[in-house]
Nanobody
Framework: VQLQASGGGLVQAGGSLRLSCAASGRTFSSYGLGWFRQAPGKEREFVAA????????YYADSVKGRFTISRDNAKNTVYLQMNSLKPEDTAVYYC??????????????????WGQGTLVTVSS
């Protein structure tokens, strides 16, 4: 599985961004997907995950109600819509594939393929 993330950039606090992650190399609808992020000087953390069909989603408490994960299996793409952004959302965001599960889980150790990351910077 190859993953290519895009959509990062600079945005003011309160603004919105949509990240995309295009996948190739394996039947896209057969596995779960997740988004993680790593802020400067911090460990990478879970943001959101989605099941193979898109019917089940999970979010970190810090983004619940502001971020929405979705997927389009016809386009082999997973999205992360980020609204009401805060300076503390500043991080490199990574998409990842959990090919061992159709659910999508919140532990990064369970993900076996990773995209290259896209930087999101939220100014105050």
């Amino acid at each position: 599985v190859q993953l290519q993330a895009s959509g990062g950039g600079l945005v003011q606090a309160g603004g919105s961004l949509r990240l995309s992650c295009a996948a190739s190399g394996r039947t896209f609808s057969s596995y779960g997907l997740g988004w993680f992020r790593q802020a400067p000087g911090k460990e990478r953390e879970f943001v959101a995950a989605i099941s193979w069909s898109g019917g089940v989603t999970y979010y970190a408490d810090s983004v619940k109600g502001r971020f929405t994960i979705s997927r389009d299996n016809a386009k082999n793409t997973v999205y992360l819509q980020m609204n009401s952004l805060k300076p503390e959302d500043t991080a490199v965001y990574y998409c990842a594939a959990d090919t061992g599960s159709r659910i999508g889980r919140n532990s990064q150790n369970l993900y076996d393929y990773w995209g290259q990351g896209t930087l999101v910077t939220v100014s105050s």
